[in-house]
């Protein structure tokens, strides 16, 4: 067997792709995106020993009902925690319990737990690596071990050796040196500036730091940190590691004492801003990088909302999740001279003049202009979350209600509520509340001239403004999808559009920088000497 | 430096150690992402499963599966779990040539056709009939995995006809040789 020496092998990447890949009968995801999320999240956190003990648990409880294990990897259903209930349901040999299906009740003689099926249906990709990892020959000799646990200790023993394979296995497949000799390079450097004792705190990585380090470690042709990108992100996700760090949510022990039906309230809780601290996520748990994904011209089947350079520009921009506004002379140095720098490197690559590559590329106006596209970017995915609201309005589609409401002020808000509350108060019997919503959707189209006309003439002016395919004519045919991507695609610019606006306005970064000397041009021509200079040491031209 | 009264601290090990989980998770996330390389696809549960579920299909994975003797443990592994009868490895037989294995579960028989035209007869006798209907009759022999599709079971003896060059002959008198129907 090759050691792996940087990051995941092929062969850990062929497991993950094939267990994220795995569908039921009828063609859906045999997994969550949770669970698959969560499995990315345990390896690299090394924490799968904390999830293998609960899962453990539930393999003691299935074993012990005379549930064969083979059961659980060939489900006709996806792995939720009711299917997981309805399999333990049907095979349980005790009489069935008066509590939810998606709380299992086992016992080992005196001791009785209760396993939250919702917590292993979240791990249930980690189950089906498990699976691949150690075989099911001898899966199914720990789970029959499992079948005769007298005791919480003797599950904690099977559930130690089943993570101590997990860990010999990753050990091989999942090399993480390469990030430890980053992190150290990024503490060192910390260390030098602040002292070892020094507690640190976000704040501590600032513009200045970043690029100091950069021009220290740019200059060793060997160094990871030779790019100023490369400097930004890992910095960038410092600063994330510091956050999630000092809530200290990864270490949160989850008791099996307090898997019951409260517990499962405070484990979703816990999941939830684990998720959000460490990876950036979003409450609903979806990363709003993958929504951008989302509405890319390659995922749209009807409609085109971001071209790519936005969607390459925006991605960028988000990367930096609530470290933006802090970092956005960074951002503009990024923006910036990032590009000139791969510019340079190609031109060293077809042996070019470098000089010439660098010659009147940056202009004194650059974190003007810089700042001005952010604007537009922002600009720009609002007015498209309008343009594809008024295309649902003319399409007559319910869901130009939901997708108006954020979009309307204070006054019009009001006014479309007042129109629900009438259409309440005229029912003379009760009402399924489909139907309730679809009478109040079909009144609010019909009188949206005469309720809401300042926000149709928003709407309206958005739509003439961004032109782009499938915003304009109403289609003749596929008009389900048409109407699930434009909702969908509104629900994902409303999202993108608030972080961008932080990085711009009433940023106190930018303020300060403006409001005396040094002005941004002033920032911008300081800072152009220092890259350039930095640039000619790098790759080798002198002035 | 001075800290902004309103930002926690926390040790630098600390950090440095949630570095490199987000830098392990992004590297995760990547690769993932990145182009797949054409690298020989490797076995995994879900192939034996088909492999186990619907072997007519399957033969192409079950000559794998018979080439790797990691894959073939599990295999073996599964097939046990999921048979509805077993008949393991008998004790070594005094002779060659067996005319009838015996099990707790089931019996095997193995008749010359009377035409001796080299075609053999080869007898389940099941002991004790499930609801489950048997399909397929499952060996292994020298690690090789190998089926015959059973013929309809009548009063727990189903009889299916082989040919005289079928593998089943040699994995029948070989003691160490396994059988699952399921």
């Given at each position: 067997m090759t050691v792996q020496?940087?990051?995941?092998s092929h062969e850990l990447l062929d497991l993950i792709r094939t267990i994220f890949d795995n569908t039921v009968a009828d063609g859906r995801p045999r997994h969550s995106d949770q669970a698959r999320q969560n499995l990315l999240k345990v390896l690299a956190g090394h924490s799968y020993a904390k999830v293998i003990f609960p899962l453990c648990h539930f393999l003691s409880v299935s074993a012990q009902n005379g549930v064969a294990l083979y059961h659980w990897f060939a489900m006709s259903q996806p792995v939720t925690a009711r299917s997981l209930g309805q399999g333990l349901k049907s095979a349980a040999s005790t009489p069935a319990s008066a509590r939810p299906q998606t709380i299992a009740e086992a016992s080992h003689r005196s001791q009785t737990f209760d396993v939250n099926l919702f917590h292993i249906a979240k791990h249930s990709a980690l189950l089906d690596l498990i699976l691949e990892i150690i075989g099911y020959d001898q899966l199914e000799a720990f789970y029959n071990r499992l079948a005769k646990a007298k005791n919480r200790q003797d599950v904690t023993a099977i559930s130690n050796e089943i993570s101590r394979e997990i860990y010999h296995f990753l050990r091989n497949h999942m090399a993480t040196a390469s990030s430890e000799k980053k992190a150290r390079s990024l503490r060192d450097f910390l260390v030098e500036r602040y002292g070892a004792d020094h507690p640190i705190s976000v704040n501590d990585i600032d513009n200045e730091l970043i690029v100091d380090f950069w021009i220290q470690f740019s200059l060793d042709a060997d160094s990871k940190f030779r790019l100023y990108t490369n400097c930004v992100q890992n910095w960038v996700r410092f600063r994330h590691a510091i956050r999630a760090a000092t809530r200290n949510q990864f270490q949160q022990e989850t008791s099996l004492d307090a898997l019951s039906e409260q517990g499962q309230a405070a484990l979703d809780q816990i999941d939830q801003q684990t998720a959000k601290t460490?990876?950036?996520?979003?409450s609903d748990d979806v990363p709003i990088g993958s929504q951008l994904g989302k509405i890319s011209s390659a995922e749209l089947q009807t409609i085109k909302l971001v071209t790519a350079t936005e969607q390459d520009h925006i991605a960028q921009l988000l990367d930096f999740g609530d470290d933006g506004p802090a970092l956005i002379v960074t951002i503009l140095r990024l923006v910036t001279f990032g590009p000139v720098q791969a510019r340079l490197i190609e031109a060293l690559r077809q042996k070019k003049n470098q000089l010439n590559t660098m010659d009147g590329i940056v202009d004194t106006s650059a974190y003007d202009v810089a700042i001005g596209q952010i604007k537009q970017l922002h600009d720009t995915l609002e007015g498209l979350a309008k343009a594809a609201t008024f295309s649902l309005y003319l399409a007559r589609s319910p869901a130009f209600v939901y997708a108006a409401l954020p979009l309307a002020d204070v006054t019009e808000q009001k006014a479309m509520r007042d129109v629900g509350v009438d259409v309440r108060s005229r029912l003379t019997g009760p009402v399924d509340e489909q139907e309730l919503v679809a009478q109040i959707s079909a009144t609010l189209l019909d009188t949206a001239p005469d309720v809401m006309p300042l926000l149709l003439h928003r709407l309206q002016q958005a739509k003439k403004k961004f032109r782009?395919?499938?915003?304009?004519k109403l289609p003749t045919e596929d008009v389900e999808t048409w109407t699930a991507e434009l909702a969908n695609g509104i629900e994902i610019l409303s999202r993108l559009a608030p972080p961008l606006n932080r990085l711009v306005s009433n940023n106190p970064a930018i303020t300060t920088a403006q409001s005396g000397t040094p002005s941004l041009q002033s920032r911008c021509i300081a800072d152009r000497d220092l890259f350039f200079d930095h640039f000619r040491q790098i790759y080798g031209q002198t002035s | 430096m001075t800290h902004h009264s309103d930002e926690p601290t926390i040790g630098l090990d600390d950090a440095t150690a949630h570095f490199v989980t987000l830098e392990t998770y992004h590297q995760l996330d990547t690769s993932l992402a990145a182009h797949q390389p054409d690298t020989v696809r490797q076995l995994t549960f879900g192939d034996l499963l088909a492999a186990a579920t619907a072997p007519d299909t399957h033969a192409e994975t079950i000559a794998k599966i018979g080439s790797n003797a990691k894959q073939a443990s599990r295999f073996a592994a599964l097939l046990r779990s999921m048979a509805i009868y077993t008949q393991p490895s008998q004790a070594a037989?005094?002779?060659?040539?067996?005319?009838k294995r015996t099990g707790e579960q089931f019996d095997l028989e193995l008749k010359a056709s009377s035409r001796h035209d080299g075609a053999h007869f080869l007898i389940i006798r099941i002991h004790k009939l499930t609801e489950t209907t048997p399909q397929h009759l499952y060996y292994c022999h020298n690690n090789n995995y190998n089926f015959i599709s059973l013929s309809s079971v009548h009063n727990g003896i189903s009889q299916v006809m082989v040919g005289e060059d079928n593998l089943v002959i040699d994995a029948f008198n070989d003691p160490a040789a396994e059988f699952f129907i399921k």
């Open positions: 020496d940087d990051g995941p460490m990876f950036d996520d979003a782009r395919k499938g915003l304009g | 037989a005094a002779s060659a040539q067996m005319d």
